[in-house]
């Protein structure tokens, strides 16, 4: 068969030559990441996005920090502080110039109501200066909605209301202590972020190639990404590619009811760590088949297998495979934390935590 005709034909006529799956809002980073990382990332563009909500809508302005459990001279403080420092917030937590997260091995302690080191999960130092830096062991496990409300309570000591910088000890206006406050804030925005769809439930990653199907002379260019799913839950190890079952990402038409599919399978068992047997790459070509009277089918035309993760720091990010007239060529882009990937951690029976304290 004429492969470059029909490949041509087909993209005029349809469009589509095959199917890109786009990543969620957040910061792309390169060669894989710390996951938890780019949990957080997620975290801020959920953050963000949620801060905007507000800004743009005067009925979510007017009922922000509506909670049974403060007064209403609580519920007016709350509301008139948040609405003060939304523009802060959003030039410290976007830009070339943003608050950055910092991932701490050791215990993060801060001084507590009663004077005495108390161990958190996330701290920051008041005003815009200095990271907000996290305990990965503390915050390795928290869903969505916690790491949101963490770093919004963060991003609270960073700004400025009436000319101060609240601190978790004190009193405030009605509030007896700074951290009731923030707390408060912070909880109603968790609330209206998941009302408004800007957090999702679960935590994963997704992983970025750029492809190109050349078929004869004619070339098409496409980015697709994968949810990584985990399989250990240290998070070390996990699976990634393209095309792979159910979805076909990445594929050349062939007839009515046959296509040319590319399949990539990543296996990485150590994080990307020291050399693995563990660790490898198969690429393969296949031809599917669907037929109305029984399942499809899948024939491998061609198979490769590399022991290199395109995916690690030092390897190299580029992999191809090719049969007859068609070549798959891809390359590792890079990686984006997402707040709804089916491949998270809750798959792997990771215990959801009470609320830790900020």
């Known amino acids: 068969m004429n492969f470059k005709f029909f490949f041509i034909s087909y993209l005029f006529m349809s469009g589509v030559v095959f199917a890109a799956n786009r990543p969620d809002s957040g910061t792309v980073v390169g060669n894989g990441g710390d ?8 975290s801020r563009a959920s953050l963000i996005e949620s801060l905007k909500v507000v800004l ?4 979510e302005q007017e009922n922000f920090c509506q909670l049974e459990a403060l007064s209403s001279a609580q519920i007016a403080f709350c509301r008139d502080y948040f609405l003060a420092v939304i523009p802060q917030i959003l030039q410290l937590g976007q830009g070339p110039n943003r608050t950055l997260f910092v991932l701490r091995e050791n215990p ?31 915050v390795k496990t928290l869903v969505p909605t916690q790491a949101l409300f963490l770093i919004a309570h963060e991003f ?16 405030i206006g009605p509030f007896d202590y700074g951290r009731d406050l923030l707390d408060s804030a912070a909880k109603y925005l968790v609330s209206l972020a998941v009302r408004t769809g800007r957090v999702g439930t679960q935590f994963g990653v997704q992983d970025i190639f750029n492809c190109e199907v050349h078929v004869g002379s004619a070339t098409v260019g496409v980015s697709v990404s994968s949810n990584r799913m985990y399989l250990t839950k240290d998070l070390s190890s996990y699976e990634s590619g393209i095309g792979l079952p159910p979805t076909e990402t990445v594929y050349v038409p062939e007839t009515e009811n046959s296509s040319i599919v590319l399949r990539v399978r990543i296996t990485e068992p150590n994080n990307c760590n020291e050399q693995s047997s563990g660790r490898k790459t198969s690429l393969k070509i296949l031809r599917k088949t669907v037929f109305h009277d029984r399942p499809s089918q ?3 035309l061609r198979e490769i297998e590399l022991t ?16 007859e007239q068609i070549k798959f060529s891809c390359k590792y882009f890079g990686s ?6 089916p491949f998270s951690l809750n798959r792997l029976g990771f215990r959801i935590p009470k609320p830790l304290d900020p």
């Open 35 to 42: 996951p938890i990382f780019e949990f957080f990332e997620a």
């Open 108 to 138: 993060l302690t801060v001084i507590g109501p009663d004077q005495k080191p108390m161990i958190v999960a996330a701290r920051t130092e008041l005003g815009p200066n200095g990271p907000i830096e996290l305990h990965r062991d503390s």
């Open 308 to 323: 290199e993760n395109p995916m690690c720091q030092k390897a190299n990010p580029n992999f191809e495979i090719s049969w």
């Open 336 to 341: 984006i934390g997402t707040t709804k990937s």
């Open 156 to 171: 609270f000591h960073k700004v400025s209301f009436e000319g101060i910088y609240v601190a978790d000890n004190g009193p």
């Open 298 to 300: 899948a024939d491998a």
């Open 56 to 59: 743009y809508d005067p009925k």
